[in-house]
């Protein structure tokens, strides 16, 4: 059974600090890796994905692989209240149909 | 931007009565995938397709089939809807390789 795992949370974190999430999964065939934002009683959002070991930035966030330790980590850098949500982890292995393993996902709160 | 629309974002619907639930993208995606979302369980994959008129189990099949007879068209029918149904419906899609959108979802209740 491939699995995907995360804190659930919540994480608390005051407005403008750095919030850092964390997953690790089982398979180590995994080829991608990708980080989804949920709101409340939305759909989930793709926000970041990573291919290769180390640091992918992108405006606010930074994602961290891991391939040999089997962890992904997300950074939300001067985290503001609206960055609070659920964020799901998601996994590729090498599979033909694109199939995701999903963890699931740590709630943020972001305190003003 | 991707586009996925689901037909209905609220719907409520009988027990044992045959449900439809309609998913279309406009990004000519060759992988379409239909979840359901439940409080304490995640996301959990029902059937995915890769191709037209292809089909496959995803984790929790039972009492689910789908439909795709055209490529951006991915239908999930509930053959007779149970109350243990009654759940968060998405739809994604994406191309080989590539990340998968979702749709703003179904909520959907079995009375």
């Known amino acids: 059974q491939k699995e995907v795992e995360q804190n659930s949370g919540p994480l608390s974190v005051p407005e403008g600090a750095i919030a850092s999430l964390n997953c690790t999964y089982s398979?180590?065939?995994?080829?991608?890796f990708f980080w989804y934002r949920q709101y409340s009683g939305k759909s989930p959002e793709l926000i970041m994905f990573i291919y290769s070991n180390g640091d992918k930035e992108d405006g606010r966030f930074t994602a961290q692989l891991n391939k040999a330790s089997q962890y992904v980590s997300l950074l939300i850098r001067d985290s503001q209240p609206s960055d609070s949500a659920t964020y799901l982890c998601a996994v590729r292995g090498n599979n033909a149909g694109n199939m995701l393993t999903f963890g699931g996902g740590t709630r943020l709160m972001v305190k003003p | 931007d991707v586009k996925v629309t689901q037909s209905s974002r609220y719907l409520v619907k009988r027990t044992g009565e045959k449900v439809f639930l309609e998913c279309v993208q406009d990004?000519?995606?060759?992988?379409m995938f239909w979840y359901r979302q439940d409080p304490g369980l995640g996301l959990r994959l029902i059937y995915f397709?890769?191709?037209?008129?292809?089909?496959e189990k995803g984790d929790i099949p039972e009492g689910y089939s789908v439909s795709r007879e055209k490529k951006e068209r991915f239908s999930l029918i509930l053959e007779s809807a149970s109350t243990n149904q009654t759940s968060m419906y998405l739809c994604?899609?994406?191309?080989?390789?590539?990340?998968?959108?979702f749709g703003d979802g179904t909520r959907l209740s079995i009375l």
């Open positions: 990004m000519d995606h060759e992988n």
């Open positions: 397709s890769y191709d037209v008129k292809m089909k």
């Open positions: 994604a899609s994406s191309s080989p390789l590539e990340p998968q959108h």
């Open positions: 398979d180590r065939g995994s080829q991608s």
